[in-house]
């Protein structure tokens, strides 16, 4: 098995991490961000975009910029709330009510699998470069409170995205498995996880390496994002009643603006109590181009959230009491997402719970850290671990008169087996249908729908008769398996639910197909547009390193390679305007070769003159007198010269065995018979003095004051000045 991720997918922003030496690392994505805006774009020339580069071209390219997708996924049309549908792209559904987004720029439509699996490709592609291996499996978090059909959408996204899903894991529970990894004393904690576009509350035991899950509960409409959408109505609901212009509905560059700056407003008003909100020339009219100019302070903007803040009371009181605990008992709260920031969401959970947060945790990150510990749960990089997660919704099946009848109930612990007794309905009924449902309400049609099944061969007997055990079989993985048997027959009939989905199978698997044959072209057009750009960087630093040999060597020296430098360099130019990329390939050969020449010819113009200084240092240092002693032509060093010159160790040897007196030794020709210690230093002194006290040395005297000390040991008494 290879390596296996962690990956957040968030509305607003995504994390991968992984373990590394049993300690999970969050991976930097390659603009050196440990978090990766959820943002997917297509520029102008229709080359995919991902992150922060997507994310600057919001304001110009809005309708080609899709962001907030997550709440898109697993929904049908008709689910979609109207406040969902304002965002500066388009927004539509199919003849199967299913969700499109629309890309005017590639003329094409996606679901929101698709571009969901555009980030989580993203990622997988960052984790690769870090690791230096190919990542193939992954653990994609999701809100504890998504239904069956969002974590089977969620689940097809990394399945487009060339993935293995090994595990769906609620958020969090990641953020439980990241907070509590290295406690040993049991507790007792809520996680708190507010982020872009989900809101999730949690109860769980930690301790001694178990994490239960007590109760879970959330709202998957309710977010960070719905509060930069009172500051947009806010600015907007000013700007129509002073100019009379609906910002929101009239220009979609004009709405991207007032989004980013309603985002950023909410950011600073986290730390301060009045924060400017300016948008220069936001649209214009008769009167000429309008402005926005005004200020926010925290209690305005609490004020216009009051109702956002008492939808996330209910969840909070509805899990203490899922739990059966009272909020004394909670020792520990520990707050995820980005909206936790806020100072409103702090005073509301520390006015339910009294009890301040735990802030040791980063809240952008603990997700993601979660999911890459599951991940080492998995590979078994991470031992001693065992998580006890339970179902957010309930489960069961339509029986007489559409009411739904509730098997397992919801914040039941998992993996789980349950079953019941049903029976018909009509008299002499041979066949039944099992309708699998999810959800709260009494009434199935009020209900997530997860499948239908036929359980037929039933003897003909009056209503109320036969029995039918149905059986509902939940795995760690949240893989629901629904059987129905007869108990009188024995028939049995079953259906795996792997998550309903509004993709079919036939679906997801032409999407994947596309998907590689987009990144396929993706990457094809990517590596195109480097070489051009590569192509058009080389004729600029031919055109430099012309210049600057030039410069050094003179014009004539630089004529012979500048026709043929300046000829390619114009093919080059030529072959980018007409997109001939073979004719570019072979003159970008060519140029690089005629380089690479000229560079050569330059490095051997240097060793020349380098060899020059030296035959002028050794001129000036030894004199002309000893041009044929000391001659540098050869490369013979001096000591060199004086040991071929003396006589060999056979013509110092005696005849009788031994060495020669030293009073004795024969005497180098080029020596007199009366040469001693005091004689040769008399002949240094007159050489140095006769020696000529000008060169190419600045002139300076050479000796005794040596102007120059190369390799040479001043205490060797063969040093020769």
């Not at 690479?596 to 002028?616: A, K, T, W």
């Amino acid at each position: 098995m290879g390596r296996v991720v962690g990956i957040d997918l968030g509305t607003t922003n995504s994390v991968v991490a992984v373990i590394e030496g049993g300690k999970p690392v969050i991976i930097a994505n390659s603009e050196g961000m440990r978090t990766t805006p959820s943002v997917v774009g297509f520029n102008k020339d229709g080359e995919l975009v991902v992150g922060q580069m997507a994310r600057r071209q919001a304001v110009l390219n809005p309708q080609n910029t899709f962001y907030g997708v997550k709440r898109f996924m697993g929904r049908r049309y008709a689910e979609l709330q109207p406040e969902s549908l304002r965002v500066a792209y388009t927004v539509r559904g199919d003849e199967e009510e299913n969700i499109k987004i629309r890309c005017p720029r590639l003329k094409k439509e996606f679901a929101p699998e698709e571009v969901s699996a555009m980030i989580l490709r993203k990622l997988a592609e960052e984790a690769e470069r870090y690791l230096g291996e190919e990542v193939t499996e992954a653990v994609i978090t999701v809100p504890a409170y998504f239904n069956d059909s969002q974590r089977q959408a969620t689940r097809n996204a990394g399945r487009i995205a060339g993935l293995e899903v090994k595990r769906i894991l609620n958020e969090p529970t990641a953020a439980s498995l990241a907070y509590g990894l290295d406690r040993q004393d049991n507790q007792t904690i809520l996680v708190f996880d507010l982020g872009g576009g989900t809101f999730d509350v949690s109860v769980l035991d930690v301790g001694d390496g178990v994490f239960e899950v007590r109760a879970t509960s959330g709202d998957t409409q309710l977010g960070g994002n719905d509060f930069d959408r009172r500051i947009v109505d806010w600015l907007a609901e000013s700007f129509l009643e002073t100019n009379g212009v609906d910002l929101r509905s009239k220009d979609r560059q004009a709405l991207q603006r007032l989004m980013e700056a309603a985002e950023k407003a909410k950011i600073e008003l986290s730390g301060v109590s009045v924060t400017d909100i300016n948008l220069p020339f936001i649209t214009a009219t008769e009167d000429g181009p309008k402005h926005i100019e005004t200020r926010l302070d925290r209690a305005e903007f609490e004020n216009l959230c009051g109702d956002l803040v008492s939808r996330m009371r209910r969840p909070l009181k509805l899990v203490l009491s899922d739990a059966g605990i009272s909020p004394v008992q909670i020792d520990e709260v520990v707050l995820v997402g980005g909206g936790t920031r806020m100072p409103i969401v702090q005073q509301l959970v520390r006015s339910l719970i009294d009890r301040s947060a735990n802030q040791n945790v980063n809240p952008d990150e603990v997700v993601a850290v979660g999911a890459a510990i599951q991940a080492g749960i998995v590979t078994r990089e991470v031992k001693d671990i065992l998580l006890l997660d339970v179902t957010p919704l309930s489960l069961g099946l339509e029986t007489i008169g559409g009411v739904m009848k509730k098997l397992l109930p919801r914040n039941t612990t998992i993996p789980v087996r349950r079953s019941d007794i049903f029976s018909t309905s009509e008299n002499n009924q041979t066949m039944v249908e099992v309708h699998v449902l999810q959800g709260e309400r009494e009434m199935a049609a009020d209900n997530n729908s997860l499948g239908r099944f036929k359980l037929s061969g039933i003897p003909p007997a009056p209503r109320g008769v036969a029995q039918i055990q149905v059986s509902f079989d939940i795995d760690a993985n949240g893989i629901l398996q629904v059987t129905a048997r007869d108990k009188t027959t024995g028939r049995e009939q079953s259906i795996t639910v792997a998550g309903s989905s509004t993709l079919s199978e036939r679906k997801v698997s032409k999407m994947i197909a596309d998907a590689d044959k987009f990144a396929q072209g993706d990457r094809e057009r990517r590596e195109r547009v480097e070489t051009r750009n590569r192509a058009a960087a080389l004729t600029d630093r031919a055109a430099r390193q012309l210049k600057e040999v030039s410069l050094d060597f003179g014009s004539q020296f630089a004529s012979h390679y500048r026709r043929r430098i300046e000829s390619l360099s114009d093919q080059i130019l030529d072959s980018l305007e007409r997109d001939d990329e073979r004719r570019l390939d072979r003159a970008q050969a060519d140029l690089q070769d005629a380089l690479y020449e000229m560079n050569r010819e330059v490095r051997l113009q240097y060793e020349d003159e380098e060899d020059g200084f030296f035959d002028s240092l050794k001129r000036t240092f030894v004199g002309n007198d000893y041009e044929d002693d000391y001659s540098y032509n050869t490369r013979e060093s001096y000591g060199e010269k004086r040991r071929r010159r003396r006589p060999s160790y056979e013509d110092e040897y005696s005849s009788e065995g031994g060495y020669y007196d030293e009073r004795e030794r024969p005497r180098s020709p080029r020596y007199s018979n009366s040469y001693d210690s005091s004689s040769r230093s008399e002949s240094r002194r007159r050489r140095a003095e006769s020696a000529p006290q000008s060169g190419s040395v600045s002139g300076r005297p050479r000796y005794p004051n040596r102007p120059l000390q190369n390799d040479w040991d001043e205490d060797d008494d063969d040093d020769w000045f």
